[in-house]
């Protein structure tokens, strides 16, 4: 049976191994890892974005854009598959913004 008590020492475990490990793409990073950074990145976002606005976020965003996406592709791993999957939403994104070729 699972063991669903919070643990607020794995949530700083967490964020502080996404930060050490913010260039390592292999490997793997549990759920709880992954979710409790999620959670960090979020409620500092919100601190970044009331205290400093908008360019406070854009400089958060690009300071943890690099371990961001290195636990999302850890995780990836984790559950069996590429840590490629990653841009299949953003390539469908980049297909509904581009211009249709239309039949003129």
């Known amino acids: 049976m699972a063991n ?3 643990d ?4 700083g475990a967490a964020v502080k191994d996404a930060f050490n490990r913010y260039a390592d793409f292999s490997g793997r990073s549990t759920r709880p890892q992954y979710w ?7 409620i500092s976002s919100a601190i970044v974005s ?16 690099l ?6 592709i850890r995780r990836m791993h984790d559950v069996g598959k590429s840590g490629w999957f990653l841009w299949v939403p953003i390539y ?13």
């Open 4 to 6: 669903n008590n919070l």
């Open 8 to 11: 607020f020492g794995d949530f």
């Open 36 to 42: 409790y950074y999620i959670l960090a990145m979020a």
């Open 50 to 65: 009331i205290i400093a606005g908008d360019s406070g976020q854009n400089v958060l965003s690009l300071v943890t854009l």
């Open 67 to 72: 371990p961001t996406l290195a636990v999302a």
């Open 92 to 104: 469908n994104i980049v297909l509904l913004a581009s211009p249709s070729k239309s039949d003129a």
